[in-house]
């Protein structure tokens, strides 16, 4: 029942990611974006991975959409959305060696020797209290690295995003 | 875990490979960068997969620190992209060629 749960909402999660690329107009692409996200935190949850569902749901769906739909109101599109076409011509090559790419690595996964054995220890991995405690001793220097690195981006978008004044 | 691992990681490979479309075929900056949040989504379902297989937990953790990167990356490429509109009037990457790449 789970299973089948599982794989219905993969396939949502495909459609909504095809519509990202193929729809014409951004504010579109942003919505299926966000639909594509809940159906991804909801293959977390499946996964019993509920802190990155939650987090999933925080920070991709609340915070970068939002920041992306403020741009896409900030810069008007309404011409842009006349000017591009989907279909883009003398691009065969490309397309080509995604669709090898990823066909070679889905036969690799499939077609190997030994099975992969299934690991049924229930643990609490999902658990924030598993997460907080590797986050705070194993990880805690990535941690820190990772807070400087947020510091580094807000001064950079300030500097980037003011006006110049001359 | 619910599925096999397998199936996750190919889920995983056809949202990266959507994503490399999206990055490969359009011509709007904003789409681009939607196309790469969707690769880096697809990484993060992957190592959401292999936490779950391998029971451990440092999967999970290198999820946070990916989110933590895509929220570093969107907001400075989302200044660029505002400062390179405010200078040339456009986001069709076939119009902003200063560096002529």
Redesign the interface.
């Known amino acids: 029942m789970?299973?089948a749960l599982?794989?219905f909402i993969?396939c949502l999660?495909?459609i909504s990611?095809?519509f990202?690329?193929l729809?014409r107009n951004?504010v579109y692409?942003?919505v299926m974006?966000v639909f594509?996200?809940f159906s991804?935190a909801a293959?977390?949850v499946?996964?019993?991975?509920y802190?990155?569902a939650v987090?999933?749901i925080i920070?991709?769906a609340g915070?970068?959409m939002v920041?992306?739909l403020f741009?896409?109101m900030?810069?008007n599109?309404g011409k842009?959305i006349a000017?591009?076409s989907i279909i883009?011509k003398a691009?065969v090559l490309?397309?080509v060696l995604?669709?090898l790419?990823?066909l070679n690595?889905?036969l690799l996964?499939?077609w190997r020797n030994e099975g992969?054995h299934?690991?049924n220890?229930i643990?609490s991995?999902?658990s924030i209290t598993?997460?907080g405690q590797?986050?705070f001793t194993?990880?805690l220097l990535?941690?820190e690295i990772?807070s400087l690195?947020?510091l580094?981006?807000?001064i950079?978008?300030v500097y980037?995003?003011k006006k110049r004044v001359s | 875990?619910?599925?096999?691992?397998?199936?996750?990681?190919?889920?995983s490979?056809?949202?990266?490979?959507?994503?490399?479309?999206?990055v490969?075929?359009?011509?709007?900056v904003?789409?681009i960068?939607?196309?790469i949040?969707?690769m880096l989504?697809a990484v993060?379902?992957s190592l959401?997969?292999f936490?779950?297989?391998?029971?451990?937990?440092?999967g999970?953790?290198f999820?946070?620190?990916v989110?933590?990167?895509?929220?570093?990356?969107?907001?400075?490429g989302?200044?660029?992209?505002?400062?390179l509109?405010r200078n040339k009037q456009?986001?069709?990457i076939d119009e902003i060629n200063i560096l002529r790449g």
Not at chain 2, 78 to 83: T, Y
């Open positions: 789970t299973a599982f794989y993969a999660t495909i990611a095809l990202v690329v729809n951004p692409s942003a974006l594509c996200f991804l293959l977390y499946l996964l019993e991975a802190f990155v987090l999933e920070v991709y915070a970068i920041l992306f741009v896409i900030l810069i599109v842009e000017a591009t883009v691009k490309p397309f995604v669709v790419f990823s690595i889905i996964i499939l992969l299934q690991s220890t643990s991995v999902g598993a997460i590797a986050l194993k990880y990535p941690f990772a690195l947020l580094v981006a807000l950079g978008t980037l995003a | 875990m619910i599925v096999p691992l397998e199936h996750v990681i190919i889920l490979i056809i949202i990266f490979s959507i994503g490399i479309m999206g490969v075929f359009r011509k709007n904003i789409i960068f939607m196309s949040e969707l989504n993060n379902l959401v997969g936490s779950r297989y391998y029971n451990s937990v440092d999970q953790v999820v946070f620190l989110m933590t990167l895509a929220a570093a990356e969107v907001a400075v989302l200044a660029i992209i505002v400062s509109f456009t986001i069709n």
